[in-house]
């Protein structure tokens, strides 16, 4: 029992069309539409090209049409170079004529003012009208190299290659194709987004997920609109592919709220950080690291993991190299004894004995090339850096062919660093044409292997998806939001100190117990009750820093000292912010914890990707020492582990002096049931828990600030870049035959269990399917399979134990179709388990997964000849009908809300 899921992605128009038209084309020397035919010509296009303008009957020998309605067929691929104003009209009349994709090079839109936002508008709306795509307006471009499609108004074109770029900025483009060509770096697709009105990051990256020509992908980012999209397809296309990204605008003014220390020690790239960490994807932060990560990719140098061997015949630029690796955190590799031994025999007595590997300078071919080949053979090893400094024994040429020869059968990473210009020049061509890169000095090349190396570091990230919940303890939500709600009715957006720790406590957070006042004798007998000494707190909607106005009296032994502090305390206030309103005074025990660290735990709503945590060094002294790490939720013990590690109050949380160690399980803790109140609570904007007590008895929250605000929408987890686990859809029931039947979504490591899953069907079921007689899945098919966004997707496992592992019986899977209110599905269930009732169970859950979802309609592809699928979908309501696709597959359709 089968069914086929549709494997043409929506923007193969765009990417792959059969037919062009340049609309705009014109025989003007130097205008944008003379460039557009003449780079399509020159790109020696073998589909059908057309230009369109009233004005011609030919352009440089190319057919030319009044308008898109008299061109002789359906074309896949409108390319508009005409005036802004025209533009939505063209889109309309391209819609009207079948037109599948769009890409509209002509500026004047939202960048222009009001007008021209008008006119955007009105673009999208006709594009979205008539299921049209659009790319751009006001971009450069695209290009597919090995289809000869240049829809670009540069005066260069790309050669074919692997790397797909994907660019904000048309410059960028221009100027990254000037310099690939005469360096040999190709590209699979070259696509610059302008204004992104339509079509953004996530649905480009999405396609080149599974394009087989793209094998590596370069970006260059300046604003993200679609978070949740731009993340997903990040996460997707890292599982298989590296992917380097650059993003401008690092350093924005910044106006949060002074009332966050959150917000005040962390800016909009620190989020970004967290990002581009949890999505598994590489961060250059120049145009050269940029170029040389390009480089690399082109040159095919894997990623292996981050332990660099150095071979050099300079102490100094190994020093240099070893330096950089350390501010790079790059560790040096450890050699093992059996390389060290091989080292020992082939180097003079006088070698390092160690990493960097000192030849000394003397060093010629042979010393080089015994000691890059025992480092690429160490296990150890993951990558080696080779340097030469031109000395006066040395003999450049013949020491790269060495090296060259030495790597060769190695997967491992080898970057060059020949140092100099006149002597090492021809060196250096003899390294590029081996495709070994290779740099005048050692600081890039290490850059580079850092690049790489991240990649190999941010997968353990990528792999973690956690679910909304800390620990098997089910927070108070009731009790949560009803304080939430009655601050909002109140409009009120900070909450009260008493009402913060109340709302921690009901997420299991340890809170130091406090009691409000309202005048001294209430004070002195709440002292009494919760035991001496204590401290006074202000207790006001206005202040937030209460000791910056002298609201806090501290260590109060007896009823005396503490009448005099309650006078003082609020005298103070009164003359420092008089307009305040006081609610009385917060009585709290005195904490006798000698060995406690202060530390800080936060969150901040960024305006593109939403809620982030942030983990640091806590105290009056926050926004000095800036000690922090962001991540984005949710978190589990991997991650948390992750943040606490990226930060240097790490280092005190271990035994030190007369300190012993802090109960880091505690700690951990905290995090993730702040990550599960960012989760559960989408009201929250703002919080610190500063200080944060930490010690070997575990942790208390000393005093808290919560920012909120109305929650943007009502669905569950919309606020939230990556959508946790959705646990709410594991269920488990018992068969027939006694065997014990889990269903649950999907999860990224779930990889092997699907492979195995598909090795084990008939021929049969996969030929329904998958319409082939395919016996495995290919790596970027896994990864859109188990690594998918819970948002606009679901996909789930029906698993059994056997043999005390975990084995796939059955997978079904929606996804969400461009237009957002329809989905299309597959389901398949192993041989052995037809006529069970699995299928049936199985496509119940997912039709309430999609109409929880909102969705309007669920469609599928079933081929004719596959009776019991037909079967089930008749039995669940689909409409059946002949598909457009031909007489040999049936067009199924359920509809999941009215209107539908």
Same mark, same amino acid.
């Given at each position: 029992?089968?069914?086929?899921?549709?494997?043409?992605?929506?923007?193969?128009?765009?990417?792959?069309?059969?037919?062009?038209?340049?609309?705009?084309?014109?025989?003007?020397?130097?205008?944008?539409?003379?460039?557009?035919?003449?780079?399509m010509?020159?790109?020696?296009?073998?589909?059908?090209?057309?230009? /369109?303008?009233?004005?011609?009957?030919?352009? !440089?020998?190319?057919?030319?049409?009044?308008?898109?309605?008299?061109?002789?067929?359906?074309?896949?691929?409108?390319?508009?170079?005409?005036?802004?104003a025209?533009?939505?009209?063209?889109?309309?009349?391209?819609?009207? @004529?079948?037109?599948?994709?769009?890409?509209?090079?002509?500026?004047?839109?939202?960048?222009? %003012?009001?007008?021209?936002?008008?006119?955007?508008?009105?673009?999208?709306?006709?594009?979205?009208?008539?299921?049209l795509?659009?790319?751009?307006?006001?971009?450069?471009?695209?290009?597919?190299?090995?289809?000869?499609?240049?829809?670009?108004?540069?005066?260069?074109?790309?050669?074919?290659?692997?790397?797909?770029m994907?660019?904000?900025?048309?410059?960028?483009?221009?100027?990254?194709?000037?310099?690939?060509?005469?360096?040999?770096?190709?590209?699979?697709?070259?696509?610059?987004?302008?204004?992104?009105?339509?079509?953004?990051?996530?649905?480009?990256?999405?396609?080149?997920?599974?394009?087989?020509?793209?094998?590596?992908?370069?970006?260059?980012?300046?604003?993200?609109?679609?978070?949740?999209?731009?993340?997903?397809?990040?996460?997707?296309?890292?599982?298989?592919?590296?992917?380097?990204?650059?993003?401008?605008?690092?350093?924005?003014?910044?106006?949060?709220?002074?009332?966050?220390?959150?917000?005040?020690?962390?800016?909009?790239?620190?989020?970004?950080?967290?990002?581009?960490?949890?999505?598994?994807?590489?961060?250059?932060?120049?145009i050269?690291?940029?170029v040389?990560?390009?480089?690399?990719?082109?040159? !095919?140098?894997?990623?292996?993991?981050?332990?660099?061997?150095?071979?050099?015949?300079?102490?100094?630029?190994? /020093?240099?190299a070893a330096?950089?690796?350390?501010?790079?955190?790059?560790?040096?590799?450890?050699?093992?004894p059996?390389?060290?031994a091989?080292?020992?025999?082939?180097?003079?007595?006088?070698?390092?004995?160690?990493n960097?590997v000192?030849?000394? %300078?003397?060093a010629?071919?042979?010393?080089?090339?015994?000691?890059?080949?025992?480092?690429?053979?160490?296990?150890?090893?993951?990558?080696?850096?080779?340097?030469?400094?031109?000395?006066?024994?040395?003999?450049?040429?013949?020491?790269?062919?060495?090296?060259?020869?030495?790597?060769?059968?190695?997967?491992?990473?080898?970057?060059?660093?020949?140092m100099?210009?006149?002597?090492?020049?021809?060196?250096?061509?003899?390294?590029?044409?081996?495709?070994?890169?290779?740099?005048?000095?050692?600081?890039?090349?290490?850059?580079?292997?850092?690049?790489?190396?991240?990649?190999?570091?941010?997968?353990?990230?990528?792999m973690?998806?956690?679910?909304?919940l800390?620990?098997?303890?089910?927070?108070?939500?009731?009790?949560?939001?009803?304080?939430?709600?009655?601050?909002?009715? @109140?409009?009120?957006?900070?909450?009260?100190?008493?009402?913060?720790?109340?709302?921690?406590?009901?997420?299991?957070?340890?809170?130091?117990?406090?009691?409000?006042?309202?005048?001294?004798?209430?004070?002195?007998?709440?002292?009494?009750?919760?035991?001496?000494?204590?401290?006074?707190?202000?207790?006001?909607?206005?202040?937030?820093?209460?000791? #910056?106005?002298?609201?806090?009296?501290?260590?109060?032994?007896?009823?005396?000292?503490?009448?005099?502090?309650?006078?003082?305390?609020?005298?103070?206030?009164?003359?420092?912010?008089?307009?305040?309103?006081?609610?009385?005074?917060?009585?709290?025990?005195?904490?006798?914890?000698?060995?406690?660290?202060?530390? +800080?735990?936060?969150?901040?709503?960024?305006?593109?990707?939403?809620?982030?945590?942030?983990?640091?060094?806590? %105290?009056?002294?926050?926004?000095?020492?800036?000690?922090?790490?962001?991540?984005?939720?949710?978190?589990?013990?991997?991650?948390?582990?992750?943040?606490?590690?990226?930060?240097?109050?790490?280092?005190?949380?271990?035994?030190?002096?007369?300190?012993?160690?802090?109960?880091?399980?505690?700690?951990?803790?905290?995090?993730?049931?702040?990550?599960?109140?960012?989760? #559960?609570?989408?009201?929250?904007?703002?919080?610190d828990?500063?200080?944060?007590?930490?010690?070997?008895?575990g942790?208390?929250?000393?005093?808290?600030?919560?920012?909120?605000?109305?929650?943007?929408?009502?669905? !569950?987890?919309?606020?939230?870049?990556?959508?946790?686990?959705?646990?709410?859809?594991?269920?488990?029931?018992?068969?027939?035959?006694?065997?014990?039947?889990?269903?649950?979504?999907?999860?990224? #490591?779930?990889?092997?269990?699907?492979?195995?899953?598909?090795?084990?069907?008939?021929?049969?079921?996969?030929?329904?399917?998958? +319409?082939?007689?395919?016996?495995?899945?290919?790596?970027?098919?896994?990864?859109?399979?188990?690594?998918?966004?819970?948002?606009?997707? +679901?996909?789930?496992?029906?698993?059994?134990?056997?043999?005390?592992?975990?084995?796939?019986?059955?997978?079904?899977?929606?996804?969400?179709?461009?237009?957002?209110?329809?989905?299309?599905?597959?389901?398949?269930?192993?041989?052995?388990?037809?006529?069970?009732?699995?299928?049936?169970?199985? +496509?119940?859950?997912?039709?309430?997964?999609?109409?929880?979802?909102?969705?309007?309609?669920?469609?599928?592809?079933?081929?004719?000849?596959?009776?019991?699928?037909?079967?089930?979908?008749?039995?669940?309501?689909?409409?059946?009908?002949?598909?457009?696709?031909g007489?040999?597959?049936?067009?199924?359709?359920?509809?999941?809300?009215?209107?539908?």
């Open positions: 029992m089968s069914i086929a899921l549709s494997d043409r992605h929506y923007l193969t128009a765009l990417f792959e069309p059969a037919s062009v038209a340049i609309i705009g084309a014109t025989e003007r020397i130097g205008s944008v539409g003379s460039v557009l035919i003449d780079n010509l020159a790109a020696r296009y073998a589909g059908a090209l057309y230009a /369109v303008n009233p004005k011609y009957r030919q352009v !440089r020998g190319v057919p030319c049409h009044a308008s898109v309605r008299k061109l002789p067929q359906r074309v896949d691929l409108a390319v508009i170079a005409t005036p802004a025209t533009v939505p009209g063209v889109i309309e009349e391209c819609g009207k @004529a079948g037109v599948r994709a769009a890409c509209v090079i002509t500026a004047g839109f939202s960048e222009a %003012g009001p007008a021209g936002e008008r006119l955007e508008r009105e673009l999208v709306e006709h594009a979205r009208r008539h299921q795509r659009v790319l751009g307006p006001n971009c450069f471009g695209l290009q597919r190299p090995s289809l000869g499609v240049n829809a670009t108004f540069g005066g260069g074109a790309g050669i074919a290659g692997s790397l797909g994907v660019s904000q900025s048309g410059a960028l483009c221009a100027a990254m194709l000037d310099w690939a060509r005469p360096n040999g770096i190709g590209f699979s697709s070259v696509v610059s987004l302008g204004g992104s009105s339509d079509i953004d990051f996530g649905e480009v990256i999405d396609y080149l997920v599974d394009d087989s020509r793209t094998e590596h992908i370069l970006l260059y980012v300046e604003g993200v609109r679609d978070a949740r999209r731009f993340v997903s397809a990040l996460r997707a296309a890292a599982r298989v592919k590296p992917v380097i990204l650059m993003k401008s605008g690092r350093h924005p003014a910044s106006t949060r709220a002074a009332v966050s220390h959150t917000g005040a020690i962390v800016g909009a790239d620190d989020v970004f950080d967290a990002v581009v960490r949890r999505a598994g994807v590489v961060r250059v932060r120049t050269g690291q940029m040389a990560a390009a480089h690399a990719l082109a040159r !095919r140098v894997k990623p292996r993991g981050e332990r660099l061997a150095i071979v050099t015949n300079g102490g100094g630029p190994g /020093v240099m330096d950089h690796a350390a501010e790079l955190g790059i560790p040096l590799a450890e050699l093992s059996a390389t060290s091989i080292l020992q025999r082939s180097l003079p007595p006088n070698w390092s004995h160690g960097p000192d030849l000394i %300078g003397d010629g071919p042979e010393r080089y090339g015994a000691a890059i080949a025992a480092c690429l053979a160490d296990e150890q090893v993951d990558g080696v850096l080779a340097v030469l400094s031109p000395q006066g024994m040395t003999t450049p040429l013949a020491s790269a062919h060495a090296v060259i020869e030495a790597a060769k059968g190695s997967s491992k990473p080898l970057l060059t660093s020949w100099g210009e006149e002597q090492v020049a021809s060196s250096r061509r003899l390294f590029m044409d081996a495709g070994i890169p290779t740099f005048r000095t050692p600081e890039p090349a290490v850059e580079m292997f850092a690049h790489v190396s991240a990649f190999y570091r941010n997968q353990r990230l990528l973690q998806t956690p679910g909304p800390a620990d098997a303890t089910p927070p108070d939500l009731p009790g949560a939001r009803a304080i939430i709600d009655g601050a909002l009715a @109140a409009r009120r957006s900070l909450l009260s100190e008493m009402e913060a720790k109340t709302l921690l406590a009901a997420f299991h957070i340890p809170v130091v117990p406090a009691r409000v006042a309202r005048d001294a004798n209430e004070a002195a007998r709440i002292a009494e009750e919760i035991g001496w000494p204590v401290a006074l707190k202000i207790c006001s909607p206005d202040l937030v820093r209460k000791s #910056e106005v002298g609201g806090v009296r501290q260590g109060l032994r007896d009823a005396q000292a503490l009448r005099a502090a309650w006078g003082d305390l609020l005298s103070a206030v009164t003359r420092e912010r008089p307009q305040a309103r006081l609610d009385g005074v917060i009585v709290e025990p005195m904490l006798d914890r000698p060995h406690a660290r202060e530390l +800080m735990v936060g969150m901040l709503c960024d305006p593109v990707f939403g809620p982030a945590l942030v983990f640091g060094a806590g %105290g009056a002294a926050i926004e000095v020492q800036r000690d922090r790490a962001v991540a984005l939720p949710p978190l589990n013990g991997f991650l948390v582990s992750d943040m606490i590690r990226n930060t240097r109050v790490a280092r005190m949380l271990g035994a030190y002096r007369q300190l012993p160690p802090a109960d880091l399980k505690a700690l951990e803790t905290v995090l993730q049931r702040v990550s599960e109140m960012v989760c #559960e609570l989408p009201q929250l904007v703002g919080l828990i500063n200080p944060l007590l930490l010690d070997e008895h942790a208390l929250a000393g005093e808290a600030r919560i920012l909120i605000a109305a929650a943007p929408t009502s669905e !569950r987890y919309a606020h939230m870049a990556i959508h946790p686990y959705p646990v709410q859809w594991v269920s488990s029931w018992t068969a027939a035959d006694g065997t014990r039947v889990q269903l649950r979504p999907v999860r990224p #490591e779930d990889a092997e269990l699907e492979q195995q899953f598909v090795k084990g069907l008939s021929a049969e079921s996969r030929h329904f399917r998958f +319409m082939n007689t395919l016996r495995e899945l290919t790596p970027a098919m896994l990864v859109r399979f188990t690594q998918i966004d819970y948002d606009r997707e +679901m996909a789930f496992v029906a698993t059994i134990e056997r043999e005390g592992r975990e084995t796939e019986i059955a997978v079904c899977r929606y996804v969400t179709n461009p237009d957002g209110e329809t989905c299309e599905f597959a389901l398949v269930v192993a041989d052995a388990w037809h006529r069970h009732g699995l299928g049936r169970r199985m +496509m119940n859950a997912l039709i309430e997964a999609a109409r929880t979802r909102g969705l309007k309609a669920m469609i599928g592809h079933v081929l004719a000849e596959n009776a019991p699928m037909l079967g089930l979908c008749a039995k669940l309501g689909f409409a059946i009908s002949e598909s457009r696709e007489p040999t597959v049936r067009h199924v359709n359920l509809r999941l809300a009215q209107g539908a």
